[in-house]
């Protein structure tokens, strides 16, 4: 799995974070990864610093796979960094929302692999999920080594079709913001409840972690487990006419990925 040269971050924020939290848990050698980033979280340069990762060297080795994770706004800003370090032997890896491979390439030397990706942050903890697209320059061996690194921190989906990154992004790229929110509001729910914050919150979390890794390894599908905790006219059922109804989770889940998919393709225009 460790890249055949120096790993460049160009944007070391979140979702880098969370890939390289799990690429050096892997044994990525940190020596050999370096970190672009004019204004890190303070928390992430010290994190960086403690794994051995130099971040703002001086002198950056020719990278054989650089991690392009600056926000989509902020491309332009980093073309300078981006053309500077790679070359024509190397492999972008982008996470970027919306930005497509076309965007990527240009200003980048002719026949560059590049490798456009949708990640997310679960991959922080090896259950991430990560779709991938190349384009034509990308050789198999940049392929699998891509593959090899996201798979590193969980599971991994080759598209065929760059369009279809929209709709992805909306789901499972965006999704884990979902399911904390879902936790969120159910401590809220509980406190309004009547139960004190802290047990609140602690349930909330319990039960968000217990569900999704019962989800995880069940082989059941998600319809079936939720009627395994609904006894007909009982308590669940209460609760569900209101999150199954009318103003329920699909029509207001529908209309968040709907503006998702939208902001995606705005941000790729
Ligand atoms: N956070 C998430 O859950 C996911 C994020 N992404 C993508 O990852 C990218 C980064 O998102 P986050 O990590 O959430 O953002 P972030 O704001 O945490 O990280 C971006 C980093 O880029 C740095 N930066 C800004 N300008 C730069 C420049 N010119 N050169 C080098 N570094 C520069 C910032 O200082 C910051 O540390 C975005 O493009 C986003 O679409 C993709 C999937 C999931
Ligand atoms: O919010 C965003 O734009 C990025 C894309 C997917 C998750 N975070």
Sequence with gaps: MNPPGPLLVIGAGKMASALLE?????????????AVDPSPAPEVAAALEKAGVQLNAASIP????VLLAVKPQMLEAARATLEAHVGPGALLISVLA????????????????VIR????TPAAVGRGVTALIANNAATGEQKALADALLRA???????????????L???????????FLLAECLAKAGMEAGLPQGMAAHLARATVTGAGELLHRSDLEPDVLRRNVTSPGGVT??????????SGFEPLLKEAVERAVAKSRELGA
């Design 153 to 167: 921190v969980g599971d991994v989906v080759w598209l065929e079709d760059e369009s279809s990154i929209d709709a």
């Design 98 to 113: 919306g930005k497509s491979i076309a965007t990527l390439e240009a200003g980048l030397p002719a026949g560059v692999a």
């Design 62 to 65: 020719a990278p054989s796979v």
């Design 117 to 120: 990706t949708m990640p997310n």
């Design 22 to 34: 799990g690429w050096l848990a892997l044994g990525v050698d940190p020596s050999a990864v370096f």
């Design 169 to 179: 992004t909306a789901i499972s790229g965006c999704g884990p913001a979902y399911v």
């Design 237 to 246: 059922a209460a609760a569900l006419d209101v999150l199954m109804g009318p």
